[in-house]
């Protein structure tokens, strides 16, 4: 069964510092992978999406990701956490044609 | 100007009602889409609709229905609620469904209310 995992329900980070919000996936083929924001009592918002090419895949506000095929993973990333960062944060893949399935999501909290 | 927008923002209702959720999209997508939420934040889809094609997740009850009046409006019908069926309810759309590196784009939820 495809899935995708996201192992950490909280990840809290000092301001300042750099945050990592982990993501494996295990899909049948190639996948393509997404990441998603959710602010509270918002809608989902597109950080930054993984299809071919560059491991390293930059997106909005300063987030970045890294596909590592190997590890099957595609891990959040952003140099110096901002207090506005704090939110649920959304892995997502699909292969082919087929619907986006999401992982349980992951609360960062970014402390002042 | 929103691009995927969603009414009512809440909704609270009895058991046994029908109620409908509407959503519409200005971004000229021919794809979209309906999930759930529940209350421990998790999504699922529950169906994706163009004008080819509806799919339907086979675990969604069949007191849900999609209904798409055109392109732009995909609106969610639902009958004899049940109090499981509270959660929040996102609408969501993408160019087209084959696209397999479409970018989907979500509405910001109907929270849903069953007493």
């Known amino acids: 069964a495809q899935s995708v995992a996201q192992p950490e329900d909280q990840v809290n980070v000092a301001e300042g510092n750099p945050l990592t919000v982990k993501c494996t996936y295990s899909?049948?083929?190639?996948?393509?992978l997404f990441w998603y924001v959710q602010y509270p009592n918002r809608g989902l918002q597109f950080l930054l999406k993984?299809?071919?090419?560059?491991?390293l895949v930059k997106g909005s506000y300063g987030f970045e990701a890294e596909f590592n095929k190997s590890q099957t993973s595609f891990h959040l990333k952003k140099p110096s956490a901002l207090v506005s960062d704090s939110a649920l944060y959304f892995c997502?893949?699909?292969?082919?044609?087929?619907?986006?399935?999401f992982g349980t999501g992951t609360r960062l909290t970014v402390i002042p | 100007d929103t691009a995927v927008s969603q009414t009512p923002k809440y909704l609270v209702t009895q058991m046994g009602n029908d109620k409908s959720i509407k959503c519409e999209q200005n971004?000229?997508?021919?794809?979209m889409y309906w999930y759930k939420q529940d209350s421990k934040k998790f999504l699922k889809i529950m169906f994706s609709?163009?004008?080819?094609?509806?799919?339907i997740n086979e675990t969604v009850p069949n007191r849900f229905s999609p209904k798409s009046p055109d392109k732009a409006h995909l609106n969610l019908h639902i009958n004899s609620l049940e109090l499981g069926d509270s959660a929040v309810y996102f609408c969501?759309?993408?160019?087209?469904?084959?696209?397999?590196?479409?970018?989907?784009?979500f509405g910001p939820g109907t929270r849903l209310t069953v007493l």
């Open positions: 997502a893949a699909k292969t082919g044609a087929n619907n986006l399935f």
């Open positions: 971004l000229g997508h021919d794809t």
């Open positions: 969501a759309s993408s160019q087209e469904a084959s696209g397999r590196t479409d970018t989907q784009y």
């Open positions: 899909v049948s083929g190639n996948p393509y």
């Open positions: 993984y299809i071919t090419g560059d491991n």
């Open positions: 609709y163009n004008n080819k094609e509806l799919i």
